[in-house]
């Protein structure tokens, strides 16, 4: 059984005062279900997103050519907004479809000559990482996956695989089975040390975790609207500025030429992150999920940060004292936006808890994500269910 987190989740770090905390709340129709804390999963999207998907279906019955202005014009507001977001300069980011487009995008631009073809990633990454790496096998690429013997990073097993073989480190911030997050600064130091380059997977912790690319010298990091930055479905890739300039992906599409929107054939790439994108682009996801993201920015990084923090913590602490094991770190600074939980047929537990209208998650453990527009009441009310659950 984990110990009990050292601070106490009654001194809750509030974000917002109570009133603005009701407002926020107010915009989430969801949490008028019951408690959800499935964030870590699929987070909550505000009542605003119904304004722009009207506005959308009234675009489509009175439809012209022109209308592709505007919804440039959004795409581009929503991956500036994203890079301000991670602390990246305007351009240096870009939309698609889903991660697993994205990175197969970058694993494109290289070529993946022995000695320097090995990519490195860990067993605690989310299976479309290593499904895509494998697929790069046929170009050479060597996957080489560094288990970690549990729920937690081996992180000196991790560093220790890096060496002058390395070509790419693909690694998740934090692990969407335990929520515990890696030690990026010491991962990128060592990489960089030996001429590798840094692929981060971010979609477990941007919108709850801050990061600042920027500061962290990380080269390529991905992520998703639909968990923690209370989107849809839509993904976003991040390359560092001056990296940007030295790849070409092979796998691309007439949105990442030079002369892309004068319809006439490109001689180059075009400018930054633009170069990463692909064919004609589906604006709604971005379009939809800007609201979320603004009403995220509107708080701030940093105070949701507290906030989860808070809300994370009074579970480990409900967790221990009912003799239920947390796998997920009790240190706050190592752990992600959600608390797992190790929990006898924990499947049928988190399906017993969603027909009393209290909601979570399954991966091998019950995981559970409570957000900004959570409170510490519905985490002791899910707490107090869980507990039912359990008989304890």
């Known amino acids: 059984m984990s110990a009990p987190d050292p601070r106490p989740a009654a001194d809750e770090a509030r974000c917002l005062d109570a009133a603005a905390h009701a407002a926020l709340r107010a915009e989430f129709p969801l949490l008028e279900t019951g408690v959800y804390l499935n964030n870590n999963s699929t987070g909550a ?5 119904q304004r722009v998907l009207a506005e959308y279906g009234r675009t489509l019955r009175t439809w012209r050519d022109d209308v592709w202005q505007g919804w440039h014009v959004g795409l581009d507001r929503y991956a500036d907004s994203l890079a301000a977001f991670i602390g990246a300069p305007a351009g240096s980011v870009v939309t698609d479809t889903n991660l697993s487009t994205l990175l197969a995008r970058v694993a494109s ?11 490195v990633t860990t067993d605690l990454e989310f299976p479309t990482v290593p499904f895509v790496w494998k697929a790069f096998g046929r170009y050479g690429a060597e996957l080489d996956v560094v ?5 937690l990073f081996d992180e000196d097993a991790l560093c220790g695989r890096v060496d002058e073989r390395t070509l790419l480190v693909c690694v998740p911030h934090a692990s969407f089975t335990s929520g515990a997050t890696l030690d990026l600064p010491r991962l990128v130091a060592r990489a960089h040390d030996v001429g590798a380059l840094v692929v981060v997977d971010a979609f477990q912790t941007v919108g709850i975790v801050p990061l600042d690319v920027t500061a962290l010298g990380v080269d390529v990091v991905l992520g998703g609207a639909h968990k923690w930055l209370c989107g849809i479905a839509t993904a976003f890739l991040y390359v560092r500025p001056d990296l940007a300039s030295e790849l070409e992906p092979a796998a691309t599409g007439w949105q990442a030429g030079d002369r892309a929107l004068t319809f006439q ?3 180059g790439w ?3 992150a633009q170069r990463f ?3 004609t682009p589906f604006p709604l996801t971005s379009l939809v999920s800007q609201v979320g993201l603004d009403l995220l920015a509107g708080v701030g990084v940093d105070a949701i940060r507290r906030h989860s923090l808070a809300c994370t913590a009074r579970i480990v602490e409900r967790a221990a004292a009912a003799g239920v094991t947390v796998v997920s770190p009790t240190e706050p600074g190592r752990r992600g936006g959600v608390v797992c939980l190790d929990v006898p047929d924990g499947e049928t537990v988190k399906r017993r808890l969603a027909e009393r209208d209290v909601i979570c998650s399954w991966r091998g453990y019950l995981r559970v994500g409570p957000h900004v527009y959570n409170t510490l009441d519905e985490v002791d009310a899910f707490m107090d269910a869980l507990e039912k659950e359990l008989g304890r």
């Open 45 to 49: 999207v505000p009542r605003g997103a």
């Open 109 to 119: 631009c290289f070529d993946y000559r022995a000695p320097r073809n090995r990519v």
């Open 147 to 151: 288990g970690s013997g549990g729920p």
């Open 265 to 267: 054939p490109s001689t």
């Open 270 to 272: 075009a400018p930054g």
């Open 277 to 279: 994108a692909g064919g």
